[in-house]
């Protein structure tokens, strides 16, 4: 089947925003076995929406819209495809019961604007949006398929997770459908694991083996087509036998989850603890372990300690490591232990682990941005230190650090 | 005049890579007061590019393609659009030349699939790559301007600013360039704002005014159209000042930054500094806060208390406050008093900011998801604390406790 996404926005169209959305849907849809042959942008005003639905489904058999379902006046997408579909626009109960108990839960008043984020066309199937207050909407329409979806990125994936995909499959029958499986990796750069598969990519045609790259997380992507979900998985596992014998040593999870996900729920299951001393990387690396539920059992609490003097007092870091004639500096292997240890005393955890190192984007302490020391304290072992030399934006290399430790303590529970 | 454009490649259809290329066209078109009114993607496909081509012909009267310039057998862009207006694909010899020196150079053979980059279309302008291979294409026919330029982004910004600007300017005499400046707001939603400038958007022409709403931070952007940027900026002075009487207290900024970078900026300049004591958090308000190179002078450190050992221990919150009957417990105006407080006298900073409360997935101490208490201590005033009712998932509860908390912050400031 054939697709074309419309993303409207006028933002898109001044180049404020980038269109992530239409990579996110784009990808999906390959992932089910949906071509997608022509993505459009249009603003937010309803004959030109209605000019792209037109065209769109000239040449497709699913148009998924996205954007345009906001609370505000220019927010027309959905105005415009029940023009074009000569539907009517329907209140969705579920969804208006939603959106009023959220103002009254806050005291706030209620506007005319807030309720039309419930509308829906008749005769649709409404698809809740679990993130946000629009709704979505799946209507089958003279032989085409057509979607509704909010335009936030946070509210789109889960929507397009939870009940996209499971509608398009619905309507699919008699095709065999794609099944896909994600292998993620650790502790290894893109290049290096394509060399280490090279001749089996090369050599792929049923399941594909396609890597991709993002942030600095590696994955391969296996796909097939099968009747059956335990059929394709049977396909791919010969596949996955071999790149395991190359590369297992990095491979943390067989789903698309990211890294942190997976120490934190390995920690929680294990009844392990852990704890944070953080200077580079300022609190992401405690942000990305708490952002998972159920985060606290695991990760006990960090400190960040931008200063030398907050090093001295909240971790216990001995001065003569900080200042002072041939003291090491705050950037080194000696200060980067003592806070992984302070840490891991003050929480009483079985990890501690610490980052000191420079963000940039100027050097410090006539070090180079980039030079990073992270240290690993466990309990009932000696203190570890890495040399860690990243590269790319202060935000990258913040965020490089962070997963470095993630793969340290992967390394150590396995 | 209207603007449209194409991007080119099979690679953006399947989500493989994002079309940065779109936001970067459309931006600068915008800033020379081109109106893009639609972005087009298309496959590397000969008939599918022409019938874009065609569409796009038929409702602007800019037509810019980017990418399929390349030695491959699937880059067939300028072939798509040589047949498009029916002129012949010719060698542009400078663009030969160049691509002979690099081949020799080198000792490399070079292949007739090479030489190809060098085409352009009889009677077109030249456009020289500066930082690639492939030569960009301008052309007028039949009124329309056409512009073919390579899809690699550091080819076609380079070639962009340096060539692509200049021509466009050049066909474009007697048109009023476009201007535009941005408001941003803090501690008002963006349906509220709209509302109580709901008559100035509706009776809006010129400046326009638009309203924009991303990840919680709320916009407004004023565009205009004047011979110099004085004009510009005296013609949107006067919807400013309306603006400013209706919600000034909310406009923190007349750029598009954002409210952390705001705060830290201020705390710098004027010598005050800021820590933070993270329960819910959980170390988000800090990765913020250290995002901004600089932010050590400002930002001193913090403490990410998951548990209520950490609490006492790190930041001298009394056990009273968190257990035994008739405690208030960890999610409380009393402990997010108490820890902020804590935190401000551990480092020794003007300001103490708290967050203990309820991120989610599930309830805690009975209490309800979304409920924050937001503590703000600072020298020689009364503790304060603030009670929030936020919505959303995990992590929008964690980034709006740290959006609310840099605005108590910007408030104190002012």
Chains 1, 2 share one sequence.
Request: aromatic letters at 6%; charged letters at 25%.
């Amino acid at each position: 089947m054939r697709a074309e996404m419309i993303a409207v926005g006028t933002e898109l169209l001044l180049g404020q925003i980038v269109n992530t959305n239409a990579q996110y849907i784009s990808e999906q849809c390959a992932g089910i076995g949906i071509d997608m042959y022509f993505q459009t942008v249009v603003g937010d005003n309803v004959e030109r929406i209605r000019s792209a639905l037109t065209i769109a489904a000239s040449r497709a058999d699913i148009i998924i819209c996205c954007g345009g379902l906001g609370p505000t006046m220019d927010d027309v997408t959905r105005d415009a495809l029940a023009e074009h579909v000569a539907a009517e626009l329907v209140m969705d109960e579920p969804g208006l019961k939603k959106i009023e108990q959220y103002f009254a839960s806050r005291n706030l008043p209620i506007l005319e604007s807030n309720r039309r984020q419930a509308l829906t066309l008749k005769g649709a199937d409404v698809l809740p949006n679990d993130t946000g207050m629009a709704v979505g909407t799946a209507l089958k329409h003279e032989g085409k398929l057509y979607l509704l979806l909010p335009g936030p990125p946070r509210e789109l994936t889960a929507m397009f997770s939870r009940y996209v995909i499971p509608w398009l499959r619905s309507q699919m029958s008699g095709v065999e459908p794609l099944y896909s499986k994600s292998l993620k990796f650790a502790g290894i750069g893109e290049s290096a694991l394509e060399h280490r598969l090279e001749d089996l990519i090369e050599a792929q045609s049923d399941p594909t083996i396609a890597p991709y790259a993002k942030e600095g997380e590696v994955m391969i992507r296996l796909t097939t087509r099968a009747a059956t979900e335990a059929e394709a998985f049977a396909k791919m596992e010969r596949v996955e036998e071999e790149i395991r014998k190359r590369v297992g040593a990095h491979l943390y999870a067989e789903e698309d989850v990211s890294l942190d996900e997976v120490v934190i729920k390995v920690l929680r299951e294990r009844g392990l603890t852990l704890a944070a001393a953080e200077s580079c990387t300022g609190g992401l690396f405690a942000d990305m372990a708490t952002s998972h539920p159920g985060s606290s059992e695991a990760f006990l609490g960090g400190i960040v300690s931008y200063t030398n003097a907050a090093k001295q007092s909240l971790l216990d870091v001995p001065n003569r490591l900080l200042e002072g004639p041939g003291a090491p500096g705050a950037v080194s292997p000696e200060t980067a232990i003592a806070m992984a240890e302070g840490v891991r005393d003050r929480l009483g955890t079985t990890f501690g682990i610490s980052f000191t190192g420079v963000a940039g984007p100027s050097t410090s302490e006539g070090k180079p941005v980039g030079l990073v020391y992270l240290g690993i304290a466990e309990q009932g072992k000696p203190t570890e230190v890495k040399e860690l030399k990243l590269s790319g934006s202060r935000e990258m290399i913040k965020l490089r650090a962070a997963r470095s430790g993630y793969y340290e303590i992967w390394k150590r529970l396995q």
